[in-house]
């Protein structure tokens, strides 16, 4: 009888990795398709001249090399870095003191729990028409308040509507909108920590900052870290928000979508974008994860 055991085993594990992989199948035919195929195809299209009446023209390099030489792109490159590391930083740190303040009990703290993830859950394009309205030169609110109201500006500026003020609204846009996201996660693991520690440390005459720093920064270290890569990833990628609010804020991705689509359509130099793009957010995942995760 021992003879045909390993035999029948063998086949069951054969069946469980046929099983497996059936079932896997579906989520990498996905990927493949929707994710690897266009950074693929995307890469090919950079070294070509595309033309959709003459067909595409390989230029090797050339696209590149126009790209990083023209000023522009180093403009939006910068405008990129200060709004990534600013709404990252923003998010992360309103995200943090709201879930602290979250975790404390007090009245109606489900209901307010609750409120706290409109932005975020709200429907982005009513958001922004709302923000434009608040900020609109003639009849928003903020003009109204800092010319009629406190005699804080001489006359009626378009902030929304200036590269140099427009790029800080959709900071602080950016913060509001998706802080939330933050504030649900750190939430999540701040409720997960031993109230022991807390107890122990009041023992020991912790104060509530040492609390903080010696309890509960390492608890939450690997999810707030964790927290700041995604939103890297996601604000060095972000159009929607940043398109539908103003057209003055050329990040890369908005600045990529004019070159490839607007004017005169340059989708090589666009591809060519997309792929620098990509390679710097590459080198930063690497670095961020070696350094800071310590993976």
């Known amino acids: 009888m021992s003879t045909f055991l390993p035999a029948s085993s063998l086949t069951r594990e054969k069946r469980e990795v046929m099983l497996g992989w059936g079932l896997v199948f579906p989520a990498v ?8 195929y266009p950074i693929v195809y995307n890469i090919y299209l950079s070294f070509f001249d595309v033309n959709l009446h003459r067909g595409n023209t390989f230029v090797g390099l050339e696209n590149h ?4 030489t023209d000023p522009t792109f180093w403009r939006s490159l910068g405008t990129t870095v200060v709004y990534v590391v600013f709404t990252t930083v923003g998010t992360t740190l309103v995200g943090l003191v709201v879930a602290l303040v979250m975790n404390q009990k ?3 703290r489900g209901l307010v729990r609750s409120l706290v993830l409109f932005p975020y859950v709200a429907p982005v394009i009513s958001v922004v028409f709302a923000w434009q309205f608040i900020f609109d030169p003639v009849n928003g609110i903020v003009m109204d308040v800092l010319v009629e109201r406190l005699g804080i500006l001489n006359t009626r500026v378009n902030l929304i509507g200036s590269p140099s003020s427009a790029v800080w609204i959709a900071i602080v846009f950016s913060i509001w909108k998706n802080f939330p996201f933050t504030y649900l996660m750190l939430l999540s693991r701040l409720q997960g920590i031993d109230k022991n520690l807390y107890e122990a440390a009041e023992v020991d005459g912790a104060s509530g900052w040492e609390k903080f720093r010696y309890v509960t920064f390492p608890e939450i270290y690997f999810v707030t870290s964790s927290i700041i890569l995604l939103r890297v990833i996601w604000n060095f990628n972000k159009f929607d928000e940043i398109y539908l609010l103003t057209t003055n804020v050329r990040v890369l991705s908005v600045y990529t979508y004019f070159k490839a689509f607007v004017g005169t359509m340059e989708m090589g130099q666009g591809s060519a974008l997309a792929l620098i793009q990509f390679i710097l957010l590459i080198g930063f995942i690497l670095f961020y994860v070696k350094k800071v995760l310590k993976w």
Do not use: C
Request: proline share 7%; hydrophobic share 80%; aromatic share 14%.
């Open 65 to 68: 090399r126009t790209v990083v």
């Open 106 to 108: 007090f009245p109606l």
């Open 29 to 36: 035919f996905i990927i493949l398709a929707l994710i690897l």
